[in-house]
């Protein structure tokens, strides 16, 4: 099945808008929070961080679809419309029920010439039954319809509703995906109710918005994908590791991706923030969540604030986060061991 892609703005490899970084590095993310020059220039860590087999195309490998753009007007930020598009595994089977993996910034995780590549990672994991048969959603953040679209260049920090969606400490964003997105995602197809069938990622803000989520609505959402999550003092992010020690535990699975060359919190005054120090406080947010008992792993690299390291391991992210799919261990089962392929398609009277 040929995949669909109808985004108009994939132009180029590069990566995305951009945390501010030093000078002379290229932008890669949202820009979010000020960050003093290096006395030297280092080399590039996130150049040791590249995709393998499991983000690129594979002979034989069935390919999903991704449909869309589709608009999803808002009442959680009147004024506002959400764009989306859905990924439709080949293996998707409309009479059985599908898991769900949403992912913020979408126009960034479904680039295929990106760092992350989702399309590809999907395909590959669910054709070698790795992770489940799963729809994916990628939804762009809010944005007024006078305002332009999010690019993989430009993430709308400066352009949209994003720093407020994704950066707010309160239900509106949750809203917008469990209120406003799952109704129309359920009229077209046949997603699981099980919570524990349905997650929800990000990198940067939309990391933090993922956690979000699923801490306000653990009923709906229960596993959370971050890479190089903005859990800093944007809007108050810096005190999710207090809130997670200090309240009932979730039934939330959650992984967590960082550099130590993460945004590190000094200013252009040369002054340290430590709540705006996105690998302290990702590692903050980790004990809080260890000591807590959460069902938690975390990968801590070199690279600095983007998707490098992150979309390097999203397959392995993935395997981990859904890694509790059943599984069949009849040694005579031949499904089980066979690649899954795609349903026949039955014609007419059939």
Do not use: C
């Not at 059985?96 to 994991?125: C, T, Y």
């Not at 992770?131 to 959603?137: G, R």
């Not at 260890?290 to 992150?310: A, L, S």
């Amino acid at each position: 099945m040929k995949r669909t892609i109808l985004l108009a703005a994939i132009l180029g490899a590069t990566s995305l808008g951009a945390l501010a970084q030093q000078p002379a590095v290229p932008p890669t993310m949202p820009p979010s929070a000020p960050q003093a020059a290096p006395a030297a220039q280092v080399p590039n860590p996130d150049v040791h961080y590249q995709l393998g087999p499991d983000s690129l195309p594979r002979d034989g490998v069935p390919q999903g679809e991704v449909r869309g753009p589709y608009t999803l007007p808002s009442q959680a930020y009147p004024g506002t419309q959400h764009t989306y598009w859905v990924y439709v595994p080949a293996q998707y089977d409309p009479s059985v029920q599908a898991s769900l993996m949403i992912l913020n910034d979408g126009q960034a995780f479904k680039n295929m010439e990106g760092d992350v590549r989702a399309p590809n990672v999907l395909d590959n994991l669910i054709y070698r039954r790795e992770i489940p048969v799963m729809l994916a959603v990628f939804i762009n953040p809010g944005r007024t319809p006078e305002q332009p679209e999010p690019t993989p260049q430009e993430w709308g920090d400066r352009t949209t509703n994003r720093p407020t969606e994704y950066n707010t400490l309160d239900d509106k964003y949750a809203r917008v995906i469990v209120d406003e997105l799952m109704p129309v995602l359920n009229k077209d197809y046949n997603i699981s109710k099980d919570p524990d069938r349905r997650g929800i990622g990000g990198a940067s803000s939309g990391a933090i918005a993922a956690f979000t989520v699923a801490w306000q609505r653990p009923n709906d959402f229960r596993k959370v994908l971050s890479i190089v999550g903005s859990f800093t003092n944007l809007r108050g992010g810096h005190a999710y590791a207090d809130l997670v020690r200090n309240s009932e535990k979730k039934p939330i699975r959650i992984y967590l991706q960082d550099g130590r060359n993460d945004n590190r919190g000094i200013g252009r005054n040369g002054q340290y923030d430590e709540t705006r120090d996105w690998f302290l406080q990702n590692v903050r947010l980790m004990k809080a969540l260890t000591e807590k008992g959460y069902d938690v792993n975390y990968t801590w690299g070199i690279g600095r604030h983007g998707q490098k390291q992150g979309g390097a391991i999203f397959p392995d992210m993935m395997r981990w986060l859904w890694r509790d799919h059943a599984v069949s261990t009849d040694v005579n089962d031949a499904v089980e061991r066979s690649f899954n392929k795609p349903p026949e398609k039955k014609g007419p009277g059939l």
